[in-house]
């Protein structure tokens, strides 16, 4: 082994994280009580960054690993348990408040403890050979499973989120969120490989050490972000569930009187190209239109097939192609603004996606 790159790869890790640490249990947020639940889960993640950085400074000022490599395992071992649960919890609660219960605290930590207890048992009381490197298999496939599980339930959480954003809210809302998606894909990946690097030679031990920063980097940036946009997702996410709970079922025999009303409504609406106009949601639609919003998606879905936000998309995509046409001296930009979309990059790939060409070339073409 290299103990100089292990050293400073523990000592760059360990000040990165330290730092991180810092910000997320002590940085200020605006004080408004929707930020409580951001303040929550950033907590949440820098004691997940206290759990590793602990980890990796007794490796480093101790050399655990050359003095009792069972018991640096077995330390790798319940801290990556722990930091599993202490992640995806910070990320799941992001989009789903209500995710933290004291019930599902006390389980994960039972069931951290009990991981703990048996990963000591098979380093230190297993006879070495065959029976103890079955015992450290099981918990290695025990400890990636648990991480994929978690991963899975993230992943279903954000996937519902997204599903609410577009269902609600007429802009691309959910893209302020799709940070979290690449996160867990990454952690997933960072995490079992972690988990597998515990068992490999001394010489190649700096590599899972390494592979974190860039990793963290990530995750500090994506938190910082998020912050701009929390208020705005935490209030649509809100209004999705609100409304949810209180949507009405549809009579079979109202079904064509309202929808009736909808589309006449409705075609007065699209003509007034109220569609233009960025921030809108279902909600505000349906008012204008004299319905609910239960009537007004049900309809959406059934006569065009497509989520609101898409729906919504595809007559702002119309509105800029007559706008490319008839309008040669206004750039991309200003086509973007004035059709509805919040940013020029979203309605370059949005205008590609559907039409197979960028916008400046589809005005040549």
């Known amino acids: 082994m290299n103990y100089q790159l292990y050293q400073y790869s523990l000592c760059s890790a360990i000040a990165l994280m330290l730092f991180f640490c810092l910000y997320f249990f002590f940085a200020k947020t605006p004080e408004k009580e929707i930020f409580n639940n951001y303040l929550r889960s950033r907590r949440t993640m820098g004691v997940a960054l206290l759990a590793l950085s602990a980890n990796y400074s007794v490796h480093l000022f101790c050399g655990i690993r050359f003095i009792n490599i069972n018991a640096a395992i077995l330390m790798n071992l319940s801290t990556y348990f722990l930091c599993y649960w202490l992640f995806s919890s910070a990320l799941t609660s992001l989009l789903d408040r209500s995710y933290i219960t004291p019930r599902r605290l006390r389980t994960h930590i039972c069931l951290w403890i009990v991981f703990s207890t048996l990963s000591g048992t098979v380093l230190f009381l297993l006879p070495k050979g065959m029976i103890q490197n079955i015992g450290l298999l099981t918990m290695a496939v025990w400890l990636i499973t648990y991480g994929i599980i978690l991963a899975r339930r993230l992943i279903l959480t954000y996937k519902r989120a997204v599903q ?69 997702i935490e209030r649509t996410l809100e209004d999705g569930k609100e409304t949810s709970s209180t949507d009405e079922t549809i009579p079979e025999k109202d079904i064509p009187q309202y929808y009736e009303h909808i589309a006449r409504n409705l075609e007065n609406w699209i003509k007034m190209e109220t569609y233009t106009q960025s921030g809108f949601t279902i909600n505000d639609m349906a008012k204008a239109l004299g319905t609910n919003r239960t009537y007004l998606s049900a309809y959406i879905k059934e006569r065009y097939n ?15 192609k007559q706008m490319l046409k008839e309008h040669p001296d206004m750039n991309i930009k200003q086509i973007s603004e004035a059709s509805g979309f919040l940013s020029v990059s979203h309605f370059i790939k949005t205008f590609t996606e559907k039409e197979g060409y960028t916008p400046a070339k589809w005005r040549k073409q």
């Open 306 to 320: 497509l989520s609101f936000r898409d729906w919504v998309a595809n007559l702002r995509i119309e509105y800029a």
């Open 164 to 232: 609410t954003l577009d269902e609600t809210h007429s802009d691309d809302v959910a893209v302020y969120v799709h940070w979290m998606s690449v996160f867990t894909y990454w952690a997933a990946i960072f995490g079992v490989g972690c988990g597998l690097l515990t068992f490999l030679p001394d010489e190649y031990i700096y590599i899972w050490i390494l592979s974190s920063i860039p990793f963290y980097i990530y995750l500090f940036y994506s938190y910082l972000n998020y912050l701009l946009f929390y208020e705005q």
